[in-house]
């Protein structure tokens, strides 16, 4: 079940999940977890990835994550999106984001995503 849940996203998020170097670790109702490796083509200068990056990479987590929890057939839209950077992910570390649902209503989902270096604990 959970690769035919992964390949159904990598279906759904393709070309730009694959533009950004998503890959996507673990996709389930409750979590979604990916990695990405920051190019220096995603990076602004110093050579540490871009916010817009980030917030691409998170955005794309959250919306694997009401993917998972939609009917067959439906889609999805963002309506707002909120960031706050703590730390910058240098030119060629790996960042990993976790997506949790906070809220997952009949017309709107909220998802937290939380992006750290793996060198992070």
Do not use: Y
Not at 35 to 45: H, K, N, Q, S
Not at 69 to 87: C, D, H, M, Q, R
Not at 91 to 96: K, L, M, S, Y
Request: hydrophobic letters at 40%; charged letters at 20%.
């Amino acid at each position: 079940m959970q690769m035919d849940t992964l390949t159904r996203i990598k279906e759904q998020m393709l070309p730009f999940a694959d533009l950004l170097g998503i890959e996507f670790v673990s996709a389930a109702p409750d979590k979604i977890v990916a990695e990405m490796t920051v190019r220096e083509d995603l990076c602004t200068r110093p050579a540490v990835l871009h916010g817009g990056a980030v917030m691409a990479f998170a955005d794309t987590l959250g919306a694997t994550g009401t993917i998972v929890n939609l009917p067959e057939g439906a889609g999805t839209t963002t309506i707002e999106s909120k960031t706050n950077f703590v730390a910058p992910a240098p030119a060629g570390t790996r960042i990993v984001g976790e997506a949790t649902p906070i809220h997952r209503g009949r017309r709107t989902m909220i998802w937290q995503t939380r992006v750290s270096t793996s060198e992070a604990g």
